[in-house]
């Protein structure tokens, strides 16, 4: 399994960004997608979800009606649309993928996911 992100830099508050991740070495269409972030001293919490047939997203509430999440299954690639960036989403943002077809989260956290990339910096300033 080999996940790398891109798209991540620095932007101002109220800016955009779009992470990409491209996948390889397993059959990506069979499997839910996510993305995490962690930020500095704080645990890597799930951000957003997507199902293996690109249907059933799933975001964070923290994040809910400024991030969408979409894949293109045909070129093994999932997408992060991020708007209306707030100081408190700076973080490493990492890709994964899931055991599962589907996105399933538990009190708000997701489950599920067995590798992760190596990450891409997201800086927003005030």
């Known amino acids: 399994v080999q996940l790398v992100e891109s798209g991540g830099g620095l932007v101002q508050a109220g800016g955009s960004l779009r992470l990409s991740c491209a996948a390889s070495?397993?059959?990506?269409?069979?499997?839910?997608m996510g993305w995490f972030r962690q930020a500095p001293g704080k645990e890597r919490e799930g951000v957003s979800c997507?199902?293996?047939?690109?249907?059933?997203?799933w975001h964070a509430k923290f994040v809910k009606g400024r991030f969408t999440i979409s894949r293109v299954n045909a070129k093994n690639t999932m997408y992060l649309e991020m708007n209306s960036l707030k100081p408190e989403d700076t973080a490493i943002y990492y890709c994964?993928?899931?055991?599962?077809?589907?996105?399933?989260?538990?009190?708000?956290?997701?489950?599920?996911?067995?590798?992760w990339g190596q990450g891409t910096q997201v800086t927003v300033s005030s």
């Open positions: 997507i199902s293996s047939r690109n249907s059933n997203p």
């Open positions: 994964a993928v899931s055991r599962w077809t589907s996105c399933t989260a538990v009190a708000g956290t997701l489950e599920g996911f067995s590798s």
């Open positions: 070495g397993f059959s990506f269409d069979d499997y839910a």
